[in-house]
């Protein structure tokens, strides 16, 4: 209660800002895309990891707020690079939505507020949800299909590490699938190790579907995502995630 109550004061303080993570166009080095990600500069605790408070904002509610300031704050910043950058600026800013926002049957009508007061293009935005989040249908899975019609995209995130697996594909309008870390730590291994991450390029473009391979941290591992098929990474390797990336040097990796 108390770590929700001090998140209510964070965000009438501006304590929260969000920070991006670019999605590379491998082996071109184009920043195609980027994730924000919200961070919370306690002026006590230090920087708290959303891990840590979503779950909580979760729990009290106050994500829904939270939620549409991240929104509203990813989609200026997203229509500023767009207006200054010209051809160097990133197709796309994805932007995490959990299971709470999904539910609420006002939330694509948001989303189209928030587009329309930033002067964003549908197109230029994505909708990350977790498996999780989507897999018992119902609203969220009415909330995404509205987002559809919109002409937002919706990237299905961690994929692989929820219990639906496969099935949601199905069911669910999915763009983007965003393979989890776990399948790129050891794609670099024969065999086995490599199968999952193997497997999930086929299925992607079987259905129609991008993938971006999540949690690169090495050369090596890049490359051996690229043999695989796969043509957008983000991890460390390129970058952490960053108030502001350098979207003007094109690079393969940060040296
Ligand atoms: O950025 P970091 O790797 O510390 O994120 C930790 C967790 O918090 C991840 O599961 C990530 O998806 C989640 N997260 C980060 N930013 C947001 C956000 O803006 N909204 C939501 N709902 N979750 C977020
Ligand atoms: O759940 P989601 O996939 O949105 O979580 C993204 C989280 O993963 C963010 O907290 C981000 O900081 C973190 N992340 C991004 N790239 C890497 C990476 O290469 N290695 C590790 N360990 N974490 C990463
Ligand atoms: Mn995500
Ligand atoms: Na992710």
């Not at 990600?37 to 106050?62: M, Y």
């Not at 987002?147 to 919706?154: H, N, W």
């Not at 669910?172 to 730590?185: A, Q, T």
Request: charged residues 20%; aromatic residues 6%; negative net charge.
């Amino acid at each position: 209660a108390k770590l929700g109550a001090e998140m209510r004061i964070g965000l009438d303080a501006g304590q929260f800002r969000v920070v991006y993570q670019p999605i590379v166009a491998f082996p071109e080095g184009r920043i195609a895309a980027v994730e924000a990600l919200v961070r919370w500069e306690h002026p006590h605790r230090g920087t708290v990891s959303p891990a840590h408070f979503v779950p909580v904002a979760e729990q009290n509610g106050l994500i829904v707020e939270l939620g549409a300031w991240i929104l509203r704050t990813a989609c200026r910043q997203m229509a500023r690079w767009r207006a200054e950058l010209g051809v160097s600026a990133p197709d796309k800013v994805s932007v995490n939505v959990s299971a709470r926002q999904l539910a609420r049957p006002g939330f694509a009508t948001s989303v189209a507020d928030i587009l329309a007061e930033t002067g964003l293009a549908p197109n230029h935005l994505a909708v990350e949800v977790t498996e999780t989040a989507v897999f018992e249908g119902g609203q969220a899975v009415t909330t995404l299909h509205e987002l559809r019609k919109l002409g937002v995209q919706i990237a299905l995130d961690d994929f692989g590490t929820g219990h639906s697996a496969l099935g949601l594909l199905q069911t669910v309008p999915v763009d983007i699938l965003k393979v989890d870390k776990s399948f790129v730590d050891n794609v670099t291994e024969a065999g086995r190790h490599s199968a999952i991450a193997e497997a999930l390029i086929q299925i992607s473009t079987e259905l129609g579907m991008t993938a971006v391979a999540e949690g690169v941290e090495t050369a090596e591992q890049a490359d051996a995502l690229s043999r695989l098929g796969y043509t957008l990474l983000q991890g460390y390797y390129f970058s952490r995630p960053v108030a502001e990336p350098d979207f003007g040097r094109s690079r393969t990796a940060i040296a």
